[in-house]
């Protein structure tokens, strides 16, 4: 059965770094791009990037660049993503996202639980 | 600002049609670029309802049905039921600022 599921939430605080995980089962984990996208409270989604497990070709928003950093571990089919320099604007849940399909522009056809990050002093 | 622009909320009855508007432009969109459409609860993850425009992965309902014309795209949910009241969003790609982009969602209410 096709399933993400990301590591539990997070408290930070403003100026620490925190990094999220996101373990694939059901699929081999190579084929498909991994997308991040967070939600802030009261806001909508908003894309961040995405990666390929199979070469580690990363895109990253415009707006995280310098900031975040997407990995993959194939030998235990697991994405990561770290966000640094966290101020409070970066509270939100984070989620992982398989593209649907393997090339392309794509859609996200499962989702991770989600992964609550509370940036605070 | 969003790049796609949806309305904040729209309510019916149940039973009733209603439909989400995504106005985009001629860089995404208008383009040709996919829309795809996904459902949010309250506390879980978006789940897709339509991609590529128009096709609904199994298991979602037939109630559910996307379209696009020109710069802007749109879901239409029929035969409304209390179960439907979530938010939802539509999403395509920008090639002006080569970038996946969101709509800003619209919240959903069952009267």
Redesign the interface.
């Known amino acids: 059965q096709l399933q993400l599921v990301q590591s539990g939430a997070e408290v930070k605080k403003p100026g620490a770094s925190v990094k999220v995980s996101c373990k694939a089962y059901g699929y081999t984990f190579s084929t498909n791009g991994i997308?991040w996208?967070r939600r802030a409270p009261g806001q909508?989604?908003?894309?961040m990037g995405?990666i390929s497990p199979s070469n580690g070709n990363t895109k990253y928003?415009?707006k995280f660049q310098g900031r975040v950093i997407m990995t993959t571990d194939i030998s235990t089919g697991t994405a990561y993503l770290e966000l640094r320099r966290l101020t409070s604007d970066d509270t939100a849940v984070y989620?992982c996202?398989r593209n649907?399909e393997v090339r392309g522009?794509n859609?996200?056809?499962t989702?991770?639980?989600?992964t609550l990050v509370t940036v605070s002093s | 600002q969003?790049v796609l622009t949806q309305p904040p909320s729209v309510s019916g009855a149940p039973g009733q049609r209603v439909t989400i508007s995504c106005t985009g432009s001629s860089s995404n969109i208008g383009a040709g670029?996919?829309v795809?459409w996904?459902q949010?609860f309250p506390g879980?993850?978006?789940?897709?309802l339509v991609?590529?425009n128009s096709n609904r992965?199994s298991g979602v309902p037939d109630r559910f049905s996307g379209s696009k014309s020109g710069s802007s795209a749109s879901l239409a949910i029929t035969g409304l039921q209390a179960e439907d009241e979530a938010?939802y969003?539509c999403?395509s790609?920008d090639s002006l600022?080569d970038?996946?982009?969101?709509?800003?969602?619209t919240k959903l209410t069952v009267l």
Request: overall charge negative; hydrophobic content about 35%.
């Open positions: 997308t996208v909508g989604l908003e894309w995405w928003a415009q989620y996202a649907a522009l859609w996200y056809d989702w991770g639980q989600g | 969003s670029y996919d795809h996904y949010q879980t993850a978006p789940k897709v991609y590529r992965p938010d969003y999403h790609y600022r970038s996946v982009v969101f709509g800003g969602g």
